[in-house]
T-cell receptor
Framework: GENVEQHPSTLSVQEGDSAVIKCTYSDSASNYFPWYKQELGKGPQLIIDIRSNVGEKKDQRIAVTLNKTAKHFSLHITETQPEDSAVYFCAASRRSYDKVIFGPGTSLSVIP | DGGITQSPKYLFRKEGQNVTLSCEQNLNHDAMYWYRQDPGQGLRLIYYSQIVNDFQKGDIAEGYSVSREKKESFPLTVTSAQKNPTAFYLC???????????FGEGSWLTVV
């Protein structure tokens, strides 16, 4: 079955710097890759996603890149702010509403 | 407002007792999911359902049971057979037209 790895497990950056989180997946049939942000005690919220026919997607300060050949995808957050501090999860799934497999998460701390 | 409602938010139970967590969605989604999250850990799939009256085991189904009698509802019962039930439980749903999973706010279960 699908396995998703995520690195680093923790990340601290200074406010204004960029943060990068990387994920790899094992199932070459996966074609949907969402990223979620989870604040303490709350459910994860979708922040951006990318499908396999796209190599990069941006939404303001957030961008995701996908390399299907290497089976890895990354989240880039620019101009980080303290409110970006949270746990971020990457995930992967096949077409349709097949089950989504999550990475173990990255705890991001943005230091003011 | 459209969304996923989990109840109760906090629940305490004695060891050996069964407990049922409620999950209701008004998003008209066909698929629903239950995840377990332990402190500092990722999301592990317990059960999922792609259609009414049908559900499949996830990666950690032992000690749990579900039902899907209505499209809007997917309750999870944590039975006395679950050896370590104290955790944060997340319900989620998705539509058939895409993979995006939307999460509820979660339920904290503490067994003493």
């Amino acid at each position: 079955g699908e396995n998703v790895e995520q690195h680093p497990s923790t990340l601290s950056v200074q406010e204004g710097d960029s943060a990068v989180i990387k994920c790899t997946y094992s199932d070459s049939a996966s074609n949907y890759f969402p990223w979620y942000k989870q604040e303490l005690g709350k459910g994860p919220q979708l922040i951006i996603d990318i499908r396999s026919n796209v190599g990069e997607k941006k939404d303001q300060r957030i961008a995701v890149t996908l390399n299907k050949t290497a089976k890895h995808f990354s989240l880039h957050i620019t101009e980080t702010q303290p409110e970006d501090s949270a746990v971020y999860f990457c995930a992967a799934s096949r077409r349709s509403y097949d089950k989504v497999i999550f990475g173990p998460g990255t705890s991001l701390s943005v230091i003011p | 407002d459209g969304g996923i409602t989990q109840s109760p938010k906090y629940l305490f139970r004695k060891e050996g007792q069964n407990v049922t967590l409620s999950c209701e969605q008004n998003l008209n989604h066909d698929a629903m999911y239950w995840y377990r999250q332990d402190p500092g850990q990722g999301l592990r799939l317990i059960y999922y359902s792609q259609i009414v009256n049908d559900f499949q085991k996830g990666d950690i189904a032992e000690g749990y049971s579900v039902s899907r009698e209505k499209k809007e509802s997917f309750p999870l019962t944590v039975t006395s057979a679950q050896k370590n039930p104290t955790a944060f439980y997340l319900c989620a749903s998705s539509s058939t037209s895409g993979n995006t999973i939307y999460f509820g706010e979660g339920s904290w279960l503490t067994v003493v």
